[in-house]
């Protein structure tokens, strides 16, 4: 099996595409990966982590201060045993909080401890795609490394049609199996 005993950290924002994590998590898992999520504040508007924990079968990880149940320090030890740090969605708030080195959250500072390959995978209306900023940010990231799986064109929640829908779930499961076969 291509992603036996392969550690994915997959981090989940605020858009509305976050429910598609969920359909992500079932594939990986059939490909014998070992899944742990990160939920953003963002994220955890728009999806439970209790479906997400049941999914995933580990615990999921929303805060940097929660009290752990042994005497690690979560965002050091997902960055250290991360094969892979995969970002989807990803939202035009994350992009720029890692494109400027943040660590104010769980999986800014995870993704910045680790050494692991980066993959993400935008989601956002079309002009917040499109604008200058996002575009910065995204030449930032590939430049430190990232790797990225586009948005597609299509019809997106708010009504409008362009660029700036989640990829679809099974490119960005290829993509994760292509950088770690
Ligand atoms: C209904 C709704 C849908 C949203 N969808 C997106 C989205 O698809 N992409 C995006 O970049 N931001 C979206 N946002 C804005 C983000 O949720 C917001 O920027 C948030 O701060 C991101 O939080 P996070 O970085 O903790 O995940 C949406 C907000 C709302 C209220």
């Keep these: ?13 605020g858009s509305i595409a976050a429910y598609k994590s969920c359909d992500i ?10 899944v742990k999520c990160i939920l953003t504040a963002g994220g955890s508007q728009f999806i439970r982590p209790l479906t997400l924990q049941t999914l995933s ?3 999921v990880c929303m805060s940097m201060f929660d009290i752990p149940e042994n005497l690690e320090i979560d965002h050091i030890s997902l960055a250290d045993e991360a094969d892979i740090i995969l970002v989807a969605p990803a939202t035009a708030d994350i992009l720029s909080r890692l494109a400027y080195g943040r660590a104010d959250d769980l ?4 993704v ?5 390959k980066v993959l993400i995978c935008p989601a956002m209306n079309t002009n917040m795609f499109n604008h200058k900023a ?3 940010n995204i030449a930032l990231l590939k430049d430190y490394g990232y790797n990225f799986v586009s948005p597609e064109k299509g019809e997106l929640a708010c009504g409008d049609c362009g660029d700036g829908r989640l990829a679809r779930v099974e490119t ?4 994760v199996d292509g950088l770690l076969s």
Excluded: E, F
């Design 1 to 13: 099996m291509p992603l036996d005993n392969k550690n994915i950290i997959l981090g989940i924002c």
């Design 25 to 34: 998590i079932r594939k990986l898992i059939k490909l014998k990966a070992n």
């Design 57 to 59: 079968k580990n615990k």
């Design 107 to 110: 999986l800014t500072c995870t």
């Design 112 to 116: 910045l401890a680790s050494k692991a």
């Design 134 to 136: 996002t575009k910065n």
């Design 172 to 175: 960005i499961v290829s993509a």
